[in-house]
């Protein structure tokens, strides 16, 4: 299939793409269960984080059998969201259908599956007992407590996305809803969107046929949705988003130039294979716009680092949410003045 005649070279700009590319169907249902849960915390005086996380998906047939996809597991977002639960945020958590999410990642299918765990005990009376192998109780009951009383207290709330199109709507539509926070609002934007899609338009109805040779898609660019929320959506929230590389030289460059392109505040930096162990947060070194990204004096980067060899169990998640709550404390603060 090739698209390349019907292709306008424009990139889409926000408006286009939502005037033109259809809302997932339940967007509505999961708007009001948003503004119900946010309306709750602004009664019980939270803050409230947006967690993305997760891979999008580009569907390539309106039938779809094939689709591209973004590299993520979901860990990022999954961890993060318990510590800020901690930390006494309330949650949204919007993430990739069948991604990592918080509590159930500790037992995740792949790496640590949960019935590797439980032992059948023959017991007293006919049938069996169940238990938990001796070594994981002490890990379990405290997953599952907290757990429980997160769910309980109702502090966390989980939205599902699968393809890039519903990403951009429900964040459009959760992002606004969260504007009645002000700047209680923290936004975390660490789910792996992709920067490509298919317009509706231009999809075939059915499945690709593969007797006429090689595939040529051209895809449309996908609108960055960074400079609406910061501009319009969500004007006075605490916007933080993750810059990921594979080249460590770019990870600093391209987190400036985010930030001077989008003006929130603070890009967190990763690269591919050492995210789970380093980060760097780069952010403006005052208020000062427009910010030129080739000033580096304009910025200020503070990286994170945590050492796997002295402390296994410790998650780098924990220091980046410790510096946030620290960051976005001082953010409500600076507007009292
Ligand atoms: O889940 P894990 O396996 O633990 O991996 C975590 C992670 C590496 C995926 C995560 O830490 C991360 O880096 N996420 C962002 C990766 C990414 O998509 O980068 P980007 O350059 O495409 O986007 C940068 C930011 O702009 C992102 O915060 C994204 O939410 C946002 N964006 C991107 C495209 C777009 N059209 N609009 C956007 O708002």
């Known amino acids: 299939m090739s698209t390349t005649s019907e292709s306008s070279g424009t990139p889409f700009s926000a408006e286009t793409y939502f005037a ?19 309306k709750r915390q602004v009664k019980e005086g939270r803050r409230v984080v947006l967690v993305t996380s997760g891979g999008t998906t580009v569907p390539l047939e309106l039938n779809v059998v094939r689709f591209l996809d973004n590299f993520s597991a979901g860990t990022r977002g999954a961890t993060s969201a318990e510590y800020f639960l901690k930390a006494g945020y309330a949650v949204i958590f919007m993430h990739r259908q069948f991604s990592l999410q918080p509590f159930s990642r500790h037992y995740s299918h792949s790496t640590h599956p949960f019935l590797d765990f439980l032992d059948v005990n023959p017991a007293d009376t006919d049938g069996h007992q169940i238990s938990v ?41 959760v992002s606004k809803e969260l504007s009645v926070l002000g700047r209680n609002a923290l936004f975390y ?128 998640e924990e220091d980046i949410v410790t510096e946030l709550g620290q960051r976005h404390d001082a953010w409500i603060h600076a507007l009292g003045q």
């Open 189 to 316: 934007l660490a789910a792996a969107v992709s920067d490509f899609f298919l317009p509706r338009q231009k999809m075939s109805e059915h499945k690709i046929q593969s007797g006429k040779g090689s595939l040529h898609i051209e895809m449309d660019q996908v609108p960055k949705i960074l400079k609406p929320l910061v501009n319009e959506w969500t004007r006075e929230g605490f916007i933080v988003s993750f810059k990921l590389e594979t080249d460590p030289e770019l990870l600093i460059p391209k987190s400036r130039t985010a930030l001077s392109r989008y003006g929130h505040q603070v890009v967190i930096g990763n690269d591919l294979h050492r995210r789970k162990f380093e980060v760097v947060f780069v952010s403006p070194a005052n208020s000062t716009k427009p910010l030129d990204d080739a000033q580096p004096s304009n910025f200020v980067e503070t990286w994170i680092r945590i050492d796997p060899a002295q402390d296994p169990a410790k998650e780098i």
């Open 20 to 38: 033109t590319q259809l809302p997932p169907p339940n967007l509505d249902q999961d708007v009001s269960r948003v503004r119900e849960f946010v």
């Open 133 to 173: 192998t001796p070594v994981e109780q002490a890990q379990l009951l405290n997953v599952l407590t907290t757990y429980k009383k997160v769910h309980q207290t109702g502090v966390l709330h989980t939205l599902t996305f699968v393809t890039v199109n519903d990403y951009l709507w429900l964040l459009r539509a």
